[in-house]
């Protein structure tokens, strides 16, 4: 045992700063991603029978320090729910609402848009219900609000593809509805 604690003392010497910038690359903390490290080394000193036996211990090391900063992330990850006025924003900045006749331009591409499927996008990507909901206010399934909601997006991509590329219709959407 003597050994091996000499070999892990070795190891933690030169390679406690690589482990720590490892786990910060994960966790963007450098003091939780410490904590991470040292967690990783009490692990293997409490198994120290079963962890003897490793013959790579800086690799073993390496790899349970990211997968401890995984474990870190995925426990301490809240789930916010975004919606799409927030992702629009992330993605497209300012550049979306500055531009003042999208709104006609998608109106118009609404109205050219087959009934049914003018109404069925309407409700699902003005009104943001959801496909369920569409289907049973329409009366129609599923699998039919889809189809229409494909083919609206397909019409209206070909309707504004004059645009810019840097613009989508997510962006388009998000501006007619301010």
Known sequence: MKAFHNRLESVYKKHYREFCLLSISYVSSPSLAKDIVQDVFVEILMNDEKSANI????????????YASLRKIKDTKKLVPINGNTLVQEIFGEEV?????????????????????KNVFELCALDGQKYQNAADSLGISVNTV??????????????????SNKISLLGIIYHYLQ
């Open 97 to 117: 609402r500055q531009d003042v006749d999208l709104g006609p331009k998608l109106r118009s591409g609404i109205d050219k848009l087959p009934e049914q499927c």
């Open 55 to 66: 013959s790579n211990l800086k690799g073993y090391i390496w790899k349970s320090v990211k």
């Open 146 to 163: 889809k189809t229409q909601m494909k083919k609206a997006y397909k019409i209206l991509r070909v309707h504004l593809s004059d645009r």
